[in-house]
Structure formats: structure tokens, C-alpha cells
């Protein structure tokens, strides 16, 4: 989209002095999972210019974090302290979604309130209908039939996210004005800029956990022809390795296939990419394991292992480093390994310095990306660092996000033009 103030309601395009608005953030955020405690609050930070240029409504925020089923799937009890202490003003939280005691509370609001609803992915209706693309679906929610009559605008800032189709992110566009905040403005933009500008090559390092989402931007990039090389690391590297013959051993094999619900897909949809784009796929050429808590480098030819790996090796790090010095643009999502522990972060460490240091257009996305940028003290060195991994990467293969489809809707139902 070109110019998507013509077509998508921004926070300009309305006085919200007075009214209730319902915004949706993307606050999903690395928890300890012991603790529970917030290890790193980027995107919360993200929206609070949003939540202050509507600090004369009542401003419900809904949010997810995580999914049901991993370990930092909770309540967002400890979003809301955070929030209210960025804020220095309270943010009241309430542990429901639309139950009359939630209702209530939206009742009870005064101009400059701020309340954070229940973690939305606890109600079965958000993650239910994921994928599913007719916005009347998502409008015959609970979710929206209960909350709509309740809100006159509902803002849209959880560009994170906005690569889900989930009733709490396009649901509302019918029903009333859905419209762009500040975050999701600024990522429009921001990665529009990839498309016009005129460079080559253009280098995607693909990295992180979330390996479905990753074999998919793989194939859809190189299909689109929007890189001209995929770097791989963390467990999508792992899937590429296993897709070019490479054993890893039983340990990582059943790792992979607990923590990935299409383990054998993935690992097929790699092999199909291999075959079809052989040279613009690298995969590393040295891993780290983790034994015992130590790290131990080894080729690729001492493979299968009992022990983990951790991260990419210093092989991989160097040839990697040569493809983004070279490169015009690059665009990073997720780390190169378990970047949480030290002796793990090496690899994406190196690829972050190098990304930083390269006169490349650089782009990072990845969530949790941000939590390393900040370690190293490199954010002033990125041109760009989105708020989103998923979202972010498929923007960048041209599809328009289901979020923003409902917002141009939104925009035609309440005439924007
Ligand atoms: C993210 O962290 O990428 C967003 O919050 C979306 O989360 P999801 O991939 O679990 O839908």
C-alpha cells in the first residue's frame, strides 16, 4: 500500500476526547518463566505513544501473551504494573474478557482511565478462528458482540500481530472505526521503504524458534524474488540442516518435533526449498552444542550428537559476516541460538554486529530481537527495528496482513475517502 493514510484511519482522524476506545496492543513479552517477572519490555515501551495521545478517553488495551501451551502463557497481571509504571499513572487491570464484571468496570470509566483486560488468547474464540479470513466470522465472536456495544473506536496498534486474523485484531472493522496507532503507522511506513527502495542484493537472516512461520516467509521470498539470499539460524537453521541430510541426533530430532505441532511439513516444505533455490539458501556449516552447560563447537561431519545445539558456529558466523558486508539490505528475524544464555549468544551477537556495522538499509525484526539490540547497545545503529517477527517478515514478502485488511475496511465502511 503506497500511501495508506488515503485508504486506513490514523489517530488524526479523530477526537477522542470523552470516548471509549478499545486498543489492541502487542505486548507479548519475554517472561522468566519462573518468576513470571517481564525480562524485557520493548513493545510495551512501544505503545505508550499511542496510550498517551488518547490520554483524554477511556482506553480499554487488550492484548495477548504467548499461546496456550508454552511455559510463558499467562495472565497480564504483570503487563499492567509495568504499564502503570512507564505511565507513572495507574493502568487497572481486570481479570476477564467481556464477563458482566468486566462490563462493568468499562461502565464505570472516567475520561483518562486506563484498564487492561485478561490475556485475550485465555478465550477460546481468539485462537479459534486463526486464519480464518471472513471478518463476519470474527465479528459474531462473544469477544466482539460483547465488547462493541461498549466502544466508539477500536485502535489498532498491535502491528505484531497483525499477521493474525483474531477477532480482537480485525473483528471490530464492521462494526466500528477501526484505526491505525502510532506503531502500526510507523511500521507501514518504515517497511514500505524496502519495496521502493532500489538495491541489491538484499540478504534475510531467518533465525528463531517460530520455524512454521519462518518456512513459510522462506518460500514466499524467494518466490516474490524480495531477497537474493536467506541466511539460517536458531531451530529453522536446525529444519534446513535435517532437510539437507544432515542427523542431528534423537535428542534434537524429538526436540523439534515436541516443540514444532508440523514437524515432519516443515522439514518437507525445507527439502522442496533446497531443491527449488539451492543457491540462495545458506544453511550453517558448523553448530555449537550445548554439553553440559559448556559450549563446544564441531563441524558439520561430527554430526549426529546426543547434545543440544545451541547455537550457529564460528565457521557459519564468518561466512555470514561476508554475505552482510556485501549486502544493500538486510533484514534480520529471530536470533541465531538460545541468545538468552551467555555462552549460547555468540552467534547472534556476531550477526547483530555485523548487521549494525554494515552500510546495509537494515531492518530488525524477530520480538524479541530488540532484547539483543539492547544488550549490545546497537539499537541507534538499525534503521529500522520493528515491533514484530512474524508480521514484520511477511509484510516484507508483499502480502498485506490481515490487519491491515480489516483496517482498509474499516476505512471503507466509515468512509474514509
Ligand atoms: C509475536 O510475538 O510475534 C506476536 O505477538 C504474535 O504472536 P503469535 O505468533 O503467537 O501469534
Known amino acids: 500500500m503506497e500511501n495508506y493514510r488515503d485508504e486506513i484511519f490514523t489517530l488524526d482522524d479523530f477526537d477522542f476526547e470523552g470516548k471509549t476506545v478499545l486498543l489492541r496492543v502487542d505486548i507479548n513479552s519475554p517472561l522468566d518463566p519462573k518468576s513470571g517477572r517481564i525480562l524485557d519490555d520493548h513493545r510495551i515501551q512501544s505503545h505508550i505513544e499511542t496510550i498517551r495521545r488518547l490520554n483524554d478517553s477511556k482506553l480499554i488495551i487488550i492484548a495477548h501473551q504467548s499461546r496456550p501451551g508454552k511455559n510463558d502463557y499467562t495472565t497480564l497481571e504483570p503487563h499492567a504494573e509495568r504499564l502503570s509504571k512507564i505511565l507513572r499513572k495507574e493502568v487497572k487491570y481486570v481479570d476477564g474478557l467481556f464477563d458482566t464484571h468486566v462490563l462493568e468496570k468499562i461502565r464505570d470509566m472516567k475520561k483518562g482511565d486506563i484498564l487492561l483486560l485478561e490475556n485475550a488468547r485465555f478465550f477460546a474464540e481468539e485462537t479459534y478462528l486463526k486464519g480464518e479470513e471472513d471478518l463476519n466470522k470474527h465479528e459474531n465472536t462473544h469477544i466482539v458482540k460483547k465488547l462493541s456495544p461498549e466502544v466508539d473506536f477500536h485502535v489498532h496498534d498491535a502491528f505484531a500481530a ?17 484505526i491505525a496507532g502510532k ?5 507501514l511506513e518504515n517497511l514500505n521503504k524496502v519495496f521502493t527502495l532500489d538495491v541489491s542484493p538484499k540478504v534475510a537472516f531467518l533465525g528463531g524458534m517460530k520455524a512454521d512461520d519462518s518456512i513459510e516467509v522462506a518460500r514466499h521470498m524467494l518466490e516474490k524474488g524480495v531477497v537474493d539470499k536467506i541466511l539460517t539460524g536458531g531451530v529453522i537453521g536446525n529444519i534446513f540442516l535435517m532437510a539437507s541430510g544432515y542427523d542431528l541426533g534423537d535428542g534434537n530430532r524429538k526436540f523439534l518435533e515436541s516443540e514444532l505441532t508440523n514437524y515432519k511439513k516443515i522439514v518437507d ?4 526449498i533446497l531443491d527449488r533455490w539451492p543457491e540462495k539458501i545458506d544453511v550453517p556449516v558448523d553448530v555449537v552444542l550445548n554439553v553440559k552447560g559448556e559450549r563446544n563447537g564441531i563441524p558439520l561431519k561430527d554430526l549426529p550428537s546426543e547434545y543440544p545445539v545451541f547455537d550457529i558456529g564460528l565457521d557459519t558466523i564468518t561466512e555470514y559476516r561476508k554475505k552482510i558486508d556485501k549486502a544493500s539490505l538486510v533484514v534480520l528475524n529471530g536470533p541465531a541460538g538460545a541468545f538468552e544464555i551467555e555462552a549460547f ?15 546495509a538499509y537494515s531492518i530488525i525484526g524477530g520480538g524479541h530481537s530488540t532484547a539483543v539490540l539492547d544488550k549490545l547497545d546497537l539499537e541507534g545503529e538499525i534503521d529500522h527495528i520493528s515491533t514484530g517477527g512474524g508480521s514484520c517478515i511477511n509484510f516484507l514478502t508483499g502480502k ?18
Do not use: C, W, Y
Open 162 to 178: 497483525a499477521h493474525r486474523a483474531q477477532p480482537t485484531l480485525v473483528g471490530f472493522a464492521n462494526v466500528v472505526p477501526s
Open 345 to 359: 549468544s555468540i552467534g547472534t551477537r556476531e550477526i547483530f554486529k555485523a548487521i549494525a556495522l554494515s552500510d
Open 400 to 417: 498485506e496482513l490481515e490487519g491491515v485488511q480489516a483496517l482498509r475496511r474499516s476505512g471503507e465502511v466509515f468512509k474514509k475517502r
Open 183 to 187: 506503531v502500526m503507522e510507523r511500521e
Open 269 to 272: 516444505e525445507a527439502d522442496n
